[in-house]
């Protein structure tokens, strides 16, 4: 089996798992090359190494740049790539059925505040956007996810929502109406702070909380887990079900705290 990196979910693709196997080690602490390099150099980075892609995915109508097996860094040395793994050069099936849920159901974005937090290549920010939400937070703490999604909002004929790259887990909860997490429960330390931190951000000001999530171990395994109710379940596509091996469906899940009272 190969090794992932931390941040890799455990139950990973077969194709993503090797292409983010490759990255293991050589790049985890890039972060400095990146917040280094222009946004111009960033973008014409992205556009040499990323396709064109998304309609294989639950959203056909959003249009991402990510990588393919066409694109050079697919089988490329990883050294020679100059950032932080490329979560956001992938749509993670979380993300998917999450963004599929919101393009469904319009009312629960329409004229909210909404934070996509782990936003990588900005599908559920986008579908946010494009369901009505009345502004938009994007956050990610890798910045090249920032380019990313202004330039995958580009594409869709989108004004940007705003991009931050600060770690806001247990920062001073601000006043989202709703807070998105697609696939962020791929690591349990990530998975506890977060939990303590929605609960304050409930407790505060009332958020939603949206969890879009393909069943993964860190998941399911989880305290949090217990206190959710699924909105939502979608098969996965045949190409997301072959890249994402062993994955054969995505749920939106909705965070209910007051159950810790049953
Ligand atoms: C598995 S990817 C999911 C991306 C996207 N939500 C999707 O479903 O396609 C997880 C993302 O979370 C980001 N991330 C990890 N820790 C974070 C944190 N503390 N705050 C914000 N983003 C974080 C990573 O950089 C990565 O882009």
């Known amino acids: 089996m190969i090794m992932l990196g931390l941040l890799t979910p ?21 972060s400095f090359l990146s917040s280094g390099q222009s946004d111009e150099y960033i973008r014409s ?8 892609a998304g309609e294989q995915s639950l959203t056909p109508e959003i249009k991402l740049r990510l990588f ?30 999450l963004s599929r849920f919101l393009l469904d159901t319009p009312e629960v ?12 290549c900005g599908a559920s ?16 703490i890798d910045s090249v996810a920032a380019v990313a999604t202004h330039m995958n909002c580009e594409l869709n004929g989108l004004a940007p929502p705003i991009c931050l790259t600060n770690n806001m887990i ?35 000001h009332g958020t939603a909380v949206l969890i879009g999530d393909p069943g993964r171990a860190q998941f399911e395994g989880h305290g949090i887990r217990r206190l959710l109710r699924r909105l939502a379940q979608f098969e996965l596509p045949e190409s997301v079900r072959e890249e994402n091996y062993g994955l054969t469906c995505s749920s939106v899940w909705h965070y209910h705290p007051e159950l810790y009272l049953n």
């Not at 455990?10 to 890039?30: D, I, L």
């Not at 089988?75 to 998917?96: K, N, S, V």
């Not at 920010?125 to 990610?140: E, M, P, R, T, Y």
Request: with cysteine; charged share 25%.
């Open 125 to 140: 920010a986008i579908a946010a956007k494009l369901s009505g939400a009345a502004h938009v937070v994007a956050n990610d």
């Open 109 to 120: 974005c329409q004229d909210k505040k909404v934070l996509d937090l782990g936003s990588g």
């Open 45 to 52: 980075f992205i556009t040499e190494n990323t396709e064109t």
């Open 68 to 97: 393919t097996p066409n694109c050079r860094f697919w089988r490329e040395r990883p050294e020679l790539w100059p950032f932080d793994d490329p979560y956001w050069a992938i749509y993670w099936p979380g993300g998917q059925a």
């Open 170 to 204: 247990g920062s001073e909860p601000e006043g989202f109406d709703l807070i998105l997490l697609g696939d962020m429960f791929y690591d349990e330390a990530i998975a506890t702070s977060l939990h303590s931190w929605l609960d304050l951000c409930i407790k505060t």
């Open 10 to 30: 455990t139950k990973y693709s077969r194709c993503v798992g090797q292409f983010f196997g490759r990255f293991k080690q050589t790049n985890r602490h890039r």
